[in-house]
């Protein structure tokens, strides 16, 4: 007996065939590409994501007659995970930070205005934490320790040993208060 070249289905299948299989080969690869891809982004995307803005304004002091300026800090949980926030600082070159603790001990004779939330915060997914820096307080710093705020830029620390630095100046943001 005599035996056929070619599939079970005859001779003149061979080629589609092969090219069928080829082309689901190519799909099955795609997909499988995605669904690793789709993974391991969730996986980056999954853990303890904070956003931070910081903003100029002016707050009403405990004499409620008086406006003043601050810096206010938010900070936003956009993870799926809670965000707890250590501290910040007022950063400078040469690996100066003055600690929020040194900030608020130079404002606590000056004037009284809510100074946010108390340190450290812990941040639910989707909640907000505030910190608000007086202007007379940053400046009453700066002075002290004979910095220049053009050079410095506001941090926030967190307990996952991360850290968010503000990409405008001191100078900058103070500037801000001033107007608004």
């Known amino acids: 007996m005599r035996v056929r070249s070619g599939t079970l289905l005859g001779p003149g299948y061979a080629a589609p065939v092969t090219v069928a299989s080829f082309v689901i080969s190519i799909l099955a690869f795609a997909v499988g590409g995605a669904s690793l891809g789709w993974n391991v982004l969730n996986y980056l995307l999954t853990g303890q994501r904070a956003e931070l803005s910081i903003s100029a304004m002016r707050l009403l002091t405990t004499v409620a007659t008086e406006m003043e300026p601050v810096v206010q800090i938010t900070v936003r949980a956009t993870g799926r995970v809670p965000v707890e926030v250590t501290g910040w600082s007022l950063t400078f070159p040469d690996n100066l930070h003055l600690p929020s603790s040194m900030v608020e001990m130079q404002y606590e004779s000056l004037s009284s205005v809510h100074l946010g939330d108390k340190l450290p915060k ?59």
Do not use: T
């Open 122 to 180: 812990v941040i639910q997914p989707g909640s907000r934490g505030l910190f608000n820096l007086p202007q007379v307080a940053i400046e009453k710093c700066a002075e002290h320790y004979n910095l220049n705020l053009n050079k410095g830029r506001i941090q926030v620390y967190f307990a996952a040993r991360k850290q968010l630095r503000d990409k405008k100046s001191i100078a900058e943001r103070l500037s801000h208060a001033r107007r608004s």
